[in-house]
């Protein structure tokens, strides 16, 4: 890692979406992936959603999996899902990114998915290039976190997409339903759907 003056120079031109700046620093000897404040260009360009600069760093050859966020707590393509970036979450699995790579926070789906409404395009995009639709957090799938968050479009979503209407998220909706009164309906719609979809008390997929 840097941490000299071009460095930091590297970090402002990406934040600031910068290309040109950006492309003389590399063309001065400054590594892709060089670290000006604790953040990297690919890092920052994505946070700010300056796609056109995200494909210029991925050339360039930076990590599409390298560490990213104030504490290095996500990757670039969570760090894309959690933003609704669509383009730049592609042109980032374009370069290899995988769709489950794990940060601390979680993984792509998971982000694309919750908090409420969620990025419906970055779920399709994320199912379509072979995210696992069963990984977990904290022992939750992405369902039983988005019947949690809410809205019943994305419960449906995944749904439609294979995800299991399992015991667990039944059981979150009417826990969600208890807690917080107040989001009765959509809690109610969330409940229909599951059953409708297979889970317990319900149809059979």
Same mark, same amino acid.
């Given at each position: 890692?840097? +941490?000299?003056?071009?460095? =930091?120079?590297?970090?402002?031109?990406?934040?600031?979406?910068?290309?040109?700046?950006?492309?003389?620093?590399?063309?001065e000897?400054? @590594?892709?992936?060089?670290?000006?404040?604790?953040?990297?260009?690919?890092? $920052?360009?994505?946070r700010?959603?300056?796609? *056109?600069?995200?494909? /210029?760093?991925?050339?360039?050859?930076?990590? #599409?999996e390298?560490?990213?966020?104030?504490?290095? =707590?996500? %990757?670039?393509l969570?760090?894309?899902?959690?933003? +609704?970036?669509? =383009?730049?979450?592609?042109?980032?699995l374009?370069?290899?990114?995988?769709?489950?790579?794990?940060?601390?926070?979680?993984?792509p /789906?998971?982000?694309?998915?919750?908090?409420?409404?969620?990025? @419906?395009?970055?779920?399709?995009?994320? $199912?379509? &290039?072979?995210?696992?639709?069963?990984?977990?957090?904290?022992?939750? %799938?992405?369902? =039983?976190?988005?019947?949690?968050?809410?809205?019943?479009?994305?419960?449906?979503?995944?749904?439609?997409?294979?995800?299991? @209407?399992?015991?667990?998220?039944?059981?979150?909706?009417?826990?969600?339903?208890? &807690?917080? @009164?107040?989001?009765?309906?959509?809690?109610? &719609?969330?409940?229909?759907? $599951?059953r *409708?979809?297979?889970? #317990?008390?319900? *149809?059979? &997929?």
């Open positions: 890692m840097r +941490s000299d003056g071009k460095a =930091e120079q590297m970090a402002r031109a990406a934040e600031a979406g910068d290309a040109g700046v950006v492309v003389r620093l590399l063309g000897g400054v @590594p892709v992936d060089t670290h000006g404040g604790g953040r990297t260009a690919l890092d $920052l360009s994505v700010h959603g300056h796609g *056109a600069l995200v494909r /210029l760093l991925l050339e360039a050859g930076a990590d #599409p390298q560490q990213v966020g104030e504490y290095g =707590e996500l %990757t670039p969570t760090q894309a899902a959690m933003h +609704s970036r669509t =383009e730049i979450a592609r042109d980032l374009d370069a290899g990114a995988h769709p489950d790579t794990r940060c601390r926070i979680g993984f /789906l998971l982000a694309a998915a919750t908090p409420a409404p969620g990025c @419906p395009e970055i779920v399709d995009l994320l $199912l379509d &290039r072979g995210a696992d639709i069963s990984l977990r957090l904290r022992d939750l %799938t992405t369902l =039983e976190w988005a019947v949690w968050f809410g809205p019943v479009d994305m419960v449906r979503q995944l749904l439609r997409r294979g995800a299991d @209407p399992s015991a667990k998220a039944l059981d979150l909706a009417n826990e969600r339903l208890r &807690r917080h @009164p107040d989001a009765r309906q959509d809690c109610e &719609r969330v409940i229909e759907t $599951l *409708a979809a297979g889970g #317990p008390g319900g *149809a059979t &997929r």
